[in-house]
């Protein structure tokens, strides 16, 4: 069964400070996963996405990292902002254009 | 901004209503999606159109019924729903179905609820 899996659940942190987030995925066959982030009462957007042949992508002060033998991903926030409060969702898709949704992780950055 | 439009942003209705959530991308991409999506939950993909045609529908009930008449146009036709079916529905829609790399992009959502 394809499976994504996200921790922490929920995170508080001060603002200007690092966060990384988590992401274990059991999904077959694997093509690509990718990290969006959604604001409350709006559309997701994405941030990364990433195939099993990457190991770490850039957006700006977001980065991912991929072990596709681990089936591990993360998203690493650098020098957070009160803007960056949001739900961030890690998913995972098989070839078949199928896919599967974590539960998210809810960041909530404090002044 | 996203550039895939939704509308409306709400939308009340009784339960022996019909009513349709229409979604419209100007992207040229060949792939559109409906996810339903419930407060602190991911959203749940319902249905795919690829190339005008339906090509997943993950059982969703038959009171929820896709349309896409155009390649740019998706609609969601809702009649008989229940008050369980309130939530945000989100349409998207990408470059392919299924394409390594192909960003989903996300329209803003509906929010729908049944009275």
């Known amino acids: 069964k394809n499976q994504v899996e996200q921790s922490p659940q929920s995170l508080i942190i001060l603002e200007g400070k690092n966060c990384t987030l988590q992401?274990?995925?059991?999904?077959?066959?694997?093509?690509?996963l990718r990290w969006y982030k959604q604001d409350t009462g709006r559309g997701p957007v994405s941030l990364t996405i990433?195939?099993?042949?990457?190991n770490t992508k850039s957006n700006g002060r977001y980065t991912a990292t991929l072990d596709a033998d681990t089936k591990q991903s993360s998203l690493h926030i650098t020098a957070s902002q009160l803007s960056d409060s949001a739900s961030y969702i890690c998913?995972?898709?098989?070839?078949?254009?199928?896919?599967?949704f974590g539960d998210g992780t809810t960041l909530t950055v404090k002044p | 901004d996203t550039e895939v439009t939704q509308t409306p942003k709400h939308l009340v209705m009784g339960m022996t209503n019909k009513k349709s959530l229409k979604c419209e991308q100007h992207m040229g991409h060949r792939a559109m999606y409906w996810y339903k999506q419930k407060a602190k939950k991911p959203p749940e993909l319902m249905f795919v159109?690829?190339?005008?045609?339906?090509?997943i529908n993950e059982s969703v009930p038959s009171r929820f019924s896709p349309e896409c008449p155009n390649s740019s146009l998706l609609n969601l036709h809702l009649h008989a729903l229940q008050p369980e079916d309130s939530a945000l529905y989100l349409c998207?829609?990408?470059?392919?179905?299924?394409?390594?790399?192909?960003?989903?992009?996300f329209g803003e959502g509906s929010w729908l609820t049944v009275v």
């Open positions: 990433m195939t099993f042949s990457e």
């Open positions: 159109y690829s190339y005008e045609k339906l090509s």
């Open positions: 998207a829609s990408s470059q392919f179905q299924g394409a390594s790399g192909n960003t989903i992009y």
């Open positions: 998913v995972a898709h098989t070839n078949a254009g199928k896919s599967t």
């Open positions: 992401c274990n995925y059991t999904v077959s066959p694997f093509s690509n």
